[in-house]
């Protein structure tokens, strides 16, 4: 099982109004039926200020195959269809669609404590594709925190048609 909540809130330094706001939850589970396929079920929920959309929730389930899995490097692949519920935010309109998914993660364990991830995904739909990348060095302080820097980018072909970027550094914990 993963739980995957991100939030993002920021603010003009200048102004104090808000440039951007975004809320991300995400819930998969997998079921391994061999020790390199599975099959999982994914939950995910959006709101971002920068679309068009008040919100886009969907739910999808599909196959996942580890290509490798090794001490220091990992690699599997996921696809998988669902369907996607949207409301505008102007409009309050609801729209239904069916949504293909597909994910890559990848893991390199450069030395001890150390690795890089690569993560893309795409979530498409007739009501339009976004493809996320994640990338991120991430350098363990202690067994349970870490420090990362990331960049992340989000591409959006909807209603808005958005293109967003985050550089960030952060502290994590792992438990």
């Keep these: 099982h993963e739980l995957k909540l991100e939030g993002l809130n920021e603010l003009d330094g200048s102004t104090g109004d808000r440039t ?3 809320y991300l939850v995400q819930e998969k589970s997998s079921w391994n039926y061999t020790e390199r396929d599975y099959l999982f079920v994914k939950l995910q929920a959006e709101k971002d200020q920068q679309t068009s959309w008040d919100y886009q929730a969907f739910a999808a389930l599909g196959y996942g195959h580890i290509f490798i899995r090794t001490d220091t490097m990992f690699l599997s692949t996921e696809l ?19 949504l293909g998914n ?5 893991e390199w364990k450069f030395r001890p404590g150390a690795r890089f991830n690569e993560d893309a995904s ?14 991120a060095l991430t350098f363990d302080l202690t067994e349970v925190l870490n420090l990362s820097v990331v960049y992340e980018t989000k591409r959006d072909d909807g209603p808005a048609d958005l293109d967003d970027t985050l550089t960030a550094v952060g502290v994590g914990y792992r438990f």
């Design 80 to 98: 998988g269809a669902g369907a996607r519920h949207n409301k505008h935010e102007l409009t309050g309109a609801t729209v239904n669609d069916a």
């Design 20 to 22: 951007s706001e975004r």
């Design 122 to 135: 795409v979530e498409a739909g007739k009501e339009g594709t976004v493809i996320r990348t994640r990338t």
């Design 102 to 106: 597909a994910e890559l993660e990848y």
